[in-house]
Nanobody, 124 residues
Framework: VQLQASGGGLVQAGGSLRLSCAAS???????MGWFRQAPGKERAFVAV????????YYADSVKGRFTLSRDNAKNTVYLQMNSLKSEDTAVYYC???????????????????WGQGTEVTVSS
């Protein structure tokens, strides 16, 4: 599985961006997640969409503002980011996790395929 993230850019606070993660290879059996790494900080979980029906889970910091969806026909996952804040500035990575349980879906060490990252800058 290879992942290609895109859609990052510069946006003003309050604006929106949609990130895409296109996969080559079969990802139907994988949870698809997004993580982000802000300058000077460790990489952190943002959101994940489950392999078996599309249930989504979000970090508290983005809940209500970000929406994750997947188009299995296009092998693509989308992260719609609304009401962006300066603290959302980071490099965003998409990743694939093969686990079936819920306990590890926020653990980056359980993701064995990663995209290259796309940079999001929110100006205040």
């Amino acid at each position: 599985v290879q992942l290609q993230a895109s859609g990052g850019g510069l946006v003003q606070a309050g604006g929106s961006l949609r990130l895409s993660c296109a996969a080559s290879g079969r990802t139907l059996g994988y949870n698809m997640g997004w993580f982000r790494q802000a300058p000077g900080k460790e990489r952190a979980f943002v959101a994940v969409i489950r392999w078996n029906g599309g249930h989504t889970y979000y970090a508290d910091s983005v809940k209500g503002r970000f929406t994750l969806s997947r188009d299995n026909a296009k092998n693509t996952v989308y992260l719609q980011m609304n009401s962006l804040k300066s603290e959302d500035t980071a490099v965003y990575y998409c990743a694939a996790n093969p686990d079936r349980g819920l306990l590890t879906i926020r653990d980056e060490n359980r993701y064995n395929y990663w995209g290259q990252g796309t940079e999001v800058t929110v100006s205040s």
